[in-house]
């Protein structure tokens, strides 16, 4: 068994950090591209999926040389999606509640 395979790289915080914004901020890009196709609006959902392959492009490039952002990419990325989804759900029952007043 090789033991330097099961070595933790060492982590660069900062590039990690970046990892994390950026699969976050993926996320919410990519939940606001499928509200926008849900909503069939065209030119958003266009817009939303440019951003998206935009910043999805620099998590895999920074994590595709080293497993360990692998990880801060997972959780940017369940952070990201759900507090996405939370904010939409809040804008929806804001609207409701506006509609029923």
């Known amino acids: 068994m090789n033991l330097a395979a099961l070595t933790i790289p ?8 970046a990892v994390f914004v950026s699969t976050a901020a993926t996320d919410t ?3 606001l591209f499928n509200a926008a196709i ?6 958003a959902a266009a817009n939303w999926s ?7 492009a620099f998590a895999v490039i920074s994590y ?13 990325s369940w ?3 759900y507090l996405t989804v939370a ?10 509640q506006a509609e029923g007043a």
Do not use: K, M, N
């Open 10 to 17: 060492e982590i660069d915080p900062l590039l990690a950090l």
């Open 38 to 43: 849900v909503s069939r609006r065209r030119v």
């Open 79 to 81: 952070v990201g999606a």
């Open 87 to 96: 904010w939409l759900h809040a804008r929806e029952t804001r609207a409701a």
């Open 29 to 31: 890009v990519y939940v």
């Open 64 to 76: 595709t040389q080293e497993w360990i952002y692998v990880a801060f990419a997972a959780v940017g």
């Open 50 to 56: 440019a951003g998206w392959y935009l910043l999805s």
